[in-house]
């Protein structure tokens, strides 16, 4: 059984990590401008790394904007998985990892930090599969909320910390 090491770069200057994670971009055609490849590295929160290859097996990214009809600052996530790793659960380890390391930061850095997090699913699998207004797995609470213009899915997770302004 394959195994993964998750390791949170969220907010670390590690040039070393963001040249591999540039490079394991490229070799997947995720992105292939330099320049964004740049900028997205600046937003890792974690990277997985396959334990028997040594070697990265997919990455997550946030960046935290303001979603203008909920009226807060979210953090827009996006996760890249290669494709040899696909059927791993990595996706749904980094979500989770993910939505808890940058809960407990936007609670310790309130200035900093944003309300919640903020999916577009571009994967048919969460579609077909988790169909309820709110997923029923620990730590994937997420909220259906609607669709986008392009007909992706959308979901938040509120922070437990997030008060709402009136």
């Not at 090491?5 to 540039?22: A, G, K, N, S, T």
């Not at 310790?108 to 077909?128: D, I, R, V």
């Not at 437990?160 to 009136?166: D, E, F, M, V, Y």
Request: net charge positive.
């Amino acid at each position: 059984m394959q195994r993964y090491e998750y390791i949170p770069v969220w907010q670390q200057d590690l040039p070393d990590v963001h040249e591999q994670v540039m490079k394991f971009w490229t070799a997947h055609g995720a992105i292939s401008d330099p320049e964004l490849a740049r900028k997205r590295v600046k937003q890792l929160v974690l990277v997985a790394r396959s334990t028997e290859e040594d070697e990265i097996a997919g990455v997550c990214t946030v960046l935290k904007q303001s979603i203008d009809d909920l009226k807060h600052e979210l953090y827009y996530y996006r996760t890249f998985v290669a494709p040899p790793y696909r059927n791993g659960f990595i996706v749904r380890r980094l979500l989770i990892q993910a939505s808890s390391l940058l809960e407990e930061w936007s609670r310790e850095h309130p200035e900093q930090g944003a309300a919640g997090m903020y999916l577009e699913l571009e994967n048919s699998t969460f579609s077909k599969h988790l169909r309820q207004a709110v997923w029923p797995r620990k730590g994937l609470e997420y909220v259906y909320i609607g669709k986008t213009a392009r007909g992706l899915e959308r979901r938040v997770l509120w922070f437990k910390h997030t008060l709402i302004a009136q």
